[in-house]
């Protein structure tokens, strides 16, 4: 069993940058690839962005292309997301998830998600 906790969510002001992590328990971290998913109010949960198990590969939605970073680091068993230039439709609950690659994992077959962390942007 893996279990997620995001971390790092909050209110930030239009234009400006926040990173939200996800630490991923157990030693199979390095087994699976990872992705951030947004579920806005009102909303269906959509992609944000994805990492391979290697890290070699990363994939993101284009409408944030640009603006978010996706990177792990294998030693803290952490993945983050890094936001630029936030805007006030980024506010959502981002979700952490595993799964087997980035391809898969885009078409939202997912193995494990987090609980979620809010990210809100004032205008």
């Known amino acids: 069993q893996v279990q997620l906790v995001e971390s790092g969510g909050g209110l930030v002001q239009a234009g400006g940058s926040l990173r939200v992590s996800c630490a991923a328990s157990?030693?199979?971290?390095?087994?699976?690839?990872m992705a951030w998913f947004r579920q806005a109010p009102g909303k269906e949960r959509e992609f944000v962005a994805a990492i391979s198990r290697g890290g070699s590969t990363t994939d993101y939605a284009d409408s944030l292309k640009g603006r978010v970073t996706i990177s792990r680091d294998y030693a803290k068993n952490t993945m983050y997301l890094q936001m630029n230039s936030l805007k006030p439709e980024d506010t959502a609950v981002y979700y952490c998830?595993?799964?087997?690659?980035?391809?898969?994992?885009?078409?939202?077959?997912?193995?494990?998600w987090g609980q979620g962390t809010q990210v809100t942007v004032s205008s």
């Open positions: 157990g030693r199979t971290f390095s087994s699976y690839a």
């Open positions: 998830a595993l799964g087997v690659t980035v391809p898969t994992i885009r078409q939202g077959r997912v193995d494990y």
